[in-house]
């Protein structure tokens, strides 16, 4: 990430965009043929956020899902979840000067969404078997929540998710007054010590951190953790790591909602546009021992 950059109105990513040594093909961005595409692919360095928050994850994709599906967090596979009405275009660029090829999704204001840099010269190779397709085609369609009362208000660790990846969980936030779950306001400083405790004690977690329109999410072990003095807080998580620029949140809350192992807390990281980056919980089936300390933990943290 570089510092100039403004929450999501820039390209956070190294290199995706256009050069004069590069080409450029537009891919079908609709599900399920996004899905078919990223899923050939076995060796990829996967990213996702802006700014204040990152997500790089080298291995391969498990299949994508949309707003409403099931989603799995999984050792060695690359979750993503698309809000298929934000996405209106992919491309795969490659850089002809150093021979790299990344795939990236952008929505309507030519924001880097996600990206893929492929790692091994077989999936560069099966970049180029991707069907064109031509500039202007409609992308996935908006998200499947159902009409009437937003399913966030009661539903579950899914639904929130989903709340926040169809605009930054900005509507979900100006309304949370009315969500019936257990939420307050913790101080942001509690993060790189929640991080280095459930590291210290060998306690698994899981991170989803959030770009316009897409999320990708890590579970497993904290391996290390480091901060900087300019306030940016690194973590290695199984086969990903994650980059939080602490001075970038401003606003940290603790919500619970239902998900396998019942109520289950969710540290949600709010940047200054109010949008959700980042959430650090507890995905799936962890194990009734690794839910109940995660539980511990979270009602220790203290209010603002």
Partial sequence: MTDHHKPYRTCAFEGCCGRRNSSVRLIDARMPELARCLTLFRYVQAIT???????????????????????????????????????????????????????????????????????????????????????????????????????????????????????????????????RGEHRAIGTDVVPAVLDHVCSVGLPIGIAVFGPGALQACGGRVHVTDRTVGGRVFAAIADSSVEIDLAGVRACRLVRSTAAHGPTSALELDDGDGRCVAVVTQFGMVGEDVHTAWEHLAASLPDT
């Fill in 49 to 179: 956020g802006g700014p204040v928050a990152r997500i790089e994850q080298a291995g391969s994709y498990a299949v994508p899902s949309l707003p409403g599906e099931a989603f799995a967090v999984r050792p060695g596979s690359i979750a993503l979840r698309i809000d298929g009405g934000s996405i209106a275009s992919a491309v795969v660029a490659r850089d002809e000067d150093t021979g790299t090829v990344a795939l990236s999704l952008l929505d309507a204001d030519g924001r880097t969404v996600h990206q893929g840099r492929l790692l091994s010269e077989g999936d560069r190779l099966l970049a180029g078997l991707a069907g064109t397709v031509a500039p202007g085609l409609p992308p996935a369609g908006p998200s499947t929540a159902a009409p009437g009362v937003p399913e966030w208000e009661s539903g579950d660790q899914l639904a929130q998710l989903d709340a926040v990846l169809t605009d930054g969980g900005a509507a979900r936030r100006a309304a949370f007054h009315r969500y």
